[in-house]
């Protein structure tokens, strides 16, 4: 199944080579799910000016696509940046897909907003930063774009795997 977002960009080539995009890693993951033996349909999205591939169950209970996920998303992570690689590969482009697996990252951004909530609510209650626990880029990203939303500044510091947001007052 392929879908276009109303916020896809709006320049025509740029979402041509953003479908594109989805397309060759749709093909990778349909081979990857074939070598593992997994069931499961690929969703194509255009997202914030971004492929956006899921790799959905048909069946809603069934939980076998967890794997790719890994415990802390740790497997999806290292799978996004191998289909970012194949993409890269076909089109001889740097790509910026999102992958998500079984609604992990779906689930995880939620999770993340509430962390955010939370943090803003404590910078406006003191006026003083709020440091969150270290985060991987997606993580940060989501976390950013809360605060932003809220009105408030928000920075990356440290180096990885230590890598941290900070709120603060704008």
């Keep these: 199944m392929t879908s276009i ?9 740029s979402t041509k080579r953003l479908e594109e995009e989805g397309e060759i890693a749709a093909d990778y993951l349909e081979e990857l799910l074939d070598i593992a ?3 499961g349909d690929i969703d194509i999205d255009i997202d914030h000016g971004r492929a956006a591939v899921e790799i959905v169950s048909e069946d809603p209970n069934d939980r076998s696509l967890r794997r790719l ?7 999806l992570d290292a799978l996004q940046e191998l289909t970012r690689l194949a993409v890269q590969t076909k089109t001889g482009e740097r790509s910026r897909l999102m992958l998500d697996v079984a609604g992990f990252r779906a689930a995880r951004r939620s999770e993340l907003v509430a962390v955010a909530e939370t943090a803003i609510a404590k910078v406006r209650e003191s ?18 774009d809360t605060a932003a939303a809220a009105g408030l500044v928000s920075d990356s ?7 941290h947001v900070v709120i603060r007052q704008a």
């Design 69 to 75: 996920a890994g415990r802390d998303g740790e497997v």
């Design 157 to 163: 510091e440290g180096v990885e795997p230590s890598r």
């Design 37 to 39: 033996d997994l069931d």
């Design 5 to 13: 977002s109303p916020d896809a960009p709006a320049e025509p080539t």
């Design 127 to 144: 006026g003083a930063p709020v440091a969150l626990d270290p985060m991987n880029p997606f993580e940060r990203k989501v976390v950013h």
